[in-house]
């Protein structure tokens, strides 16, 4: 596939980019950090979304140097976000399985922190229970390295995946993102449940798809404590993201 060679350029091209979409805290709609996106802009095809190209990355192993690069450049912004709006904020980096099970991922994450200067407490590694399906044990020592250092997991697309909550007890994460589908099918019980799972396991949930006021009273009302979503804001391009302040309540 011609997407593939294109693939291998783009990084040395500048044509990746990282936009930024807010997390905010549900009790107040301020901002507690930002979560990364890749975003492809092909020469000829335009913006490339992230679910063509990854799968494509993850094939070729290209996904290791895209993912260093997104470390640091994630790591750096966060600096920036955190001069602009004077305290602290957490920044999300999606991670895949293929990332994990590439040896080099702590080294990357280590480098990426160490250049940025960005506190390892502040950094969150999202990834999905998919880490598990291949080599699961090799992941969980690499996820253990990793929390070594300070920094914090989180569970992407909770609730979507086979078994869920044995994965939970197996996998060291912190935080849930319960997936936008409960949100987006109108699933209140499931959604309650899973806010109560995250109460009792004392993790964090942070809800997805976010686009109405009636679903963050809601999840309010509930006791979920973070959000995201195109109610606060879509991702927004670096410069975009450094101007967003919180919605007024
Ligand atoms: O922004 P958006 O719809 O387009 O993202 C689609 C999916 O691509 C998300 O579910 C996310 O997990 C994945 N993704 C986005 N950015 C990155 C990244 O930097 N690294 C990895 N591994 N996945 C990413
Ligand atoms: O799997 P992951 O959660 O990393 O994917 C995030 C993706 O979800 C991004 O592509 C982002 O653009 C998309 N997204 C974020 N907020 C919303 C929302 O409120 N509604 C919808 N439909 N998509 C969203
Ligand atoms: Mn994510
Ligand atoms: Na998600």
């Not at 063509?52 to 990355?57: D, G, H, S």
């Not at 044995?166 to 309650?192: E, N």
């Not at 999840?219 to 995201?228: E, H, I, K, S, W």
Request: with cysteine; aromatic share 8%.
């Amino acid at each position: 596939l011609e997407l593939r060679s294109d693939l291998e350029r783009a990084i040395g091209a500048g044509e990746l980019e990282l936009y930024y979409q807010p997390v905010v805290r549900l009790g107040d709609g301020s901002v507690s950090g930002f979560e990364a996106l890749l975003r492809w802009h092909h020469p000829t095809r335009g913006m490339v979304s992230p679910v063509e190209f990854i799968p494509i990355a993850e094939e070729t192993g290209l996904i290791v140097p895209i993912g260093r690069w997104v470390l640091h450049e994630a790591t750096q912004h966060a600096r920036r976000l955190e001069e602009a709006t004077g305290g602290p904020l957490r920044m999300n980096v999606n991670l895949s399985a293929k990332q994990l099970q590439h040896g080099g991922i702590v080294a990357d994450v280590k480098s990426a922190l160490a250049a940025s200067g960005f506190p390892p407490e502040r950094l969150v590694l999202e990834l999905t229970e998919s880490v598990l399906l291949e080599d699961g044990d090799l992941a969980v020592m690499r996820l253990n390295a990793l929390k070594s250092f300070g920094i914090r997991l989180a569970l992407d697309d909770f609730g979507t995946g086979f078994s869920s909550l044995s994965y939970l007890s197996r996998l060291p994460v912190d935080v849930l993102k319960l997936d936008r589908s409960f949100l987006r099918d109108g699933a209140p019980a499931l959604t309650a449940g899973i806010v109560g799972l995250g109460a009792a396991l004392q993790l964090e949930v942070v809800a997805e798809g976010i686009e109405t006021d009636d679903q963050w009273y809601a999840l309010q009302a509930l006791g979920c404590d973070y959000g995201q979503g195109f109610y606060f804001s879509r991702p927004l391009d670096a410069a975009a993201s450094l101007a967003y302040r919180a919605i007024a309540v």
